[in-house]
Nanobody, 122 residues
Framework: QVQLVESGGGLVQAGDSLRLSCAAS????????MGWFRQAPGKEREFVAA????????TYPNSVKGRFTISRDNAKNTVYLQMNSLKPEDTAVYYC???????????????WGQGTQVTVSS
């Protein structure tokens, strides 16, 4: 089993930046991938970013590409999401997730954190 704990959410104004962290505990092996998702009230969970643990490959949807950056610190088993130029539409609960299969991009995610709230005011 893998445990994921997110932190770093908060209330910011449009145009501000936040960095989210996701600390992973449990067995870690190269080839695993991590992802960030978000869910706003009344909407489905949306993919935000993913990263390959060993190689550092990343992928983003168009909604955040150029504004958000995912990174990782393998020694700390921690994944980050740097969010710049935040917009009110970015308001959501942000979740990190782990994919235990060595595929790219991840086909599925198997472990989820509890989420951290990000609120962007205008």
């Amino acid at each position: 089993q893998v445990q994921l704990v997110e932190s770093g959410g908060g209330l910011v104004q449009a145009g501000d930046s936040l960095r989210l962290s996701c600390a992973a505990s449990g067995h870690t092996v190269s080839g695993y991938a991590m992802g960030w998702f978000r869910q706003a009230p009344g909407k489905e969970r949306e993919f935000v970013a993913a990263i390959w643990w060993s190689g550092g490959l990343t992928t983003y949807p168009n909604s955040v590409k150029g504004r958000f950056t995912i990174s990782r610190d393998n020694a700390k088993n921690t994944v980050y999401l740097q969010m710049n130029s935040l917009k009110p539409e970015d308001t959501a609960v942000y979740y990190c997730a782990a994919s235990i299969l060595p595929s790219w991009p991840p086909a599925s995610y198997h472990y989820w954190g509890q989420g951290t709230q990000v609120t962007v005011s205008s």
